[in-house]
């Protein structure tokens, strides 16, 4: 099973909203990700967890905030975000030994709009 | 920091044709990976690749990882209309975290 699932799928809110985005993964992974993907472009990384810890932050914004409650779970809470934080929001994970530590799976996104 | 070329941009192609796409690298990278993403959904790993020379296959997919370590390709043989949809490349180095092509478009004409 290479199963990763994101809710909601989609997610209206307004710039004074505080909603969350939910991860789960029941792979054994403990390595998990948070991407932000505006159309037609690539992945961009916002956020790698490692062992539940928090090990690499690319620069974002304190409006995003990770967490991670367990080793299958990952949530971002969002406040006050801005229209152009619109975009798809991809959870991901890995293994963290072995061969293949750097392939990821995807979950199916959350398709954010903020309005 | 790495950087990922991949191309090309876009292809228009019939029905049962066979494609081929390719990302180069600046630096070597220890792992090489193929996404197709689906719009409004999130990248589907195709094909993994290890090690240098590597060819591996998927059923009408064939990728391989360049001997250089700095370049991989991924054919796709006798196209059919669900291939339709945007590629990535994305390739792993000393960092450990993956850098993504600019992506492919495919368009598969009937």
């Known amino acids: 099973d290479t199963e990763v699932t994101q809710t909601p799928k989609h997610l209206v809110m307004g710039m004074t909203n505080k909603k969350s985005l939910k991860c789960e993964q029941h792979?054994?992974?403990?390595?998990m990700y948070w991407y932000k993907q505006k159309a037609k472009k690539p992945p961009e990384l916002m956020f790698v967890?490692?062992?539940?810890?928090?090990?690499i932050n690319e620069s974002v914004p304190s409006r995003f905030s990770p967490e991670c409650p367990n080793s299958s779970l990952l949530n971002l809470h969002l406040h006050a975000l801005q229209p152009e934080d619109s975009a798809l929001y991809l959870c991901?994970?890995?293994?963290?030994?072995?061969?293949?530590?750097?392939?990821?799976?995807f979950g199916p996104g959350t398709r954010l709009t903020v309005l | 920091g790495q950087q990922l070329n991949q191309s090309p941009q876009s292809m228009f192609i019939q029905e049962g044709e066979d494609v081929s796409m390719n990302c180069t690298s600046s630096?070597?990278?220890?792992?090489w990976l193929w996404y197709k993403q689906d719009p409004g959904e999130g990248p589907v790993l195709l094909i993994a690749?290890?090690?240098?020379?590597e060819l591996t296959s998927n059923g009408r997919l064939t990728a391989q990882f360049g001997i250089t370590r700095k370049d991989s390709f991924l054919n796709i043989s006798a196209s059919i209309p669900s291939d339709v949809g945007i590629y990535f490349c994305?390739?792993?180095?000393?960092?450990?975290?993956?850098?993504f092509g600019s992506g492919t478009q495919l368009t598969v004409l009937p």
């Open positions: 991901a994970s890995s293994q963290v030994a072995g061969r293949g530590t750097d392939t990821q799976y």
């Open positions: 690749l290890y090690k240098a020379g």
């Open positions: 994305a390739g792993s180095g000393s960092a450990r975290q993956l850098t």
């Open positions: 792979m054994g992974h403990r390595a």
């Open positions: 630096s070597i990278f220890n792992t």
């Open positions: 967890y490692s062992y539940e810890k928090l090990s």
